[in-house]
């Protein structure tokens, strides 16, 4: 079983869709990111949490650090959303990430 | 802030020959940098953990004499893939912790690597 688990592992949507990404992992850490990746394309951060609710633009991410539980939140989800969602957590020293296996998102017209 | 750039974006080169990869933090300082791969529809794997100064730390199963990491300054690593074969083609991305930052990680781009 993986420390860092995602669901679902793809997902798709129609536009203007509410759209919710899960993540949950199994040990303790400090902080989580939300990453995103378009199809051959690089990494882009959307989020380091470690507590709480963060807000940009139509993405909200939140965790609930008793729960061991993120969720990425898209509202009017639009075709450009389309990528693969990756949240990573710090698990441990060093500030390494472990990475979940990602979500693969499309939004259709 | 906190942009991490890498070059070259994409290389294609004959197996044999060795491909260097650049990490460089553009307004920032980073001690620590990481080198991960990914495979097609697959996750990242961390490969190395690079400091600046010392000797880069490798994951179990990475071979350091085959991917050499220099973590010569503040602002700068490179990966050097020595004698490449085709199964080292993949997609390379670097990411750095900054001084002042010193929890995020902030990604590169990444770097697509294709050996024929």
């Known amino acids: 079983k993986n420390e860092v688990e995602q669901s679902p592992q793809n997902l798709t949507a129609q536009e203007g869709e509410f759209i919710t990404i899960n993540c949950s992992y199994s040990v303790g850490i400090s902080a989580l990111h939300w990453l995103q990746q378009h199809p051959g394309g690089g990494i882009v951060s959307l989020f380091m949490l470690s507590s709480g609710k963060k807000k940009h633009g139509r993405l909200i991410a939140t965790i609930n650090i008793q729960e061991k539980h993120s969720s990425l939140h898209i509202t009017a989800s639009h075709p450009r959303d389309s990528a693969v969602y990756i949240c990573a957590a710090y698990t441990g020293t060093a500030s390494k990430l472990t990475f979940g296996t990602g979500t693969r998102l499309q939004v259709t017209l | 802030g906190a942009v991490v750039s890498q070059h070259p974006s994409w290389v294609i080169c004959k197996s044999g020959t060795s491909v260097k990869i650049e990490c460089r933090s553009l307004?920032?300082?980073?001690?620590?940098m990481f080198w991960y791969r990914q495979f097609p529809k697959q996750s990242l794997m961390l490969m190395a953990t690079s400091n600046e100064g010392s000797k880069a730390t490798y994951e179990q199963g990475v071979e350091k004499d085959k991917f050499l990491i220099n973590h010569a300054s503040l602002t700068l690593s490179t990966l050097t893939v020595t004698s490449a074969h085709p199964e080292d083609s993949s997609f390379y991305i670097c990411s750095a912790l900054g001084v002042a930052k010193d929890y995020e990680q902030y990604f590169g781009p990444g770097t697509r690597l294709t050996v024929t």
């Open positions: 307004d920032f300082q980073a001690t620590t």
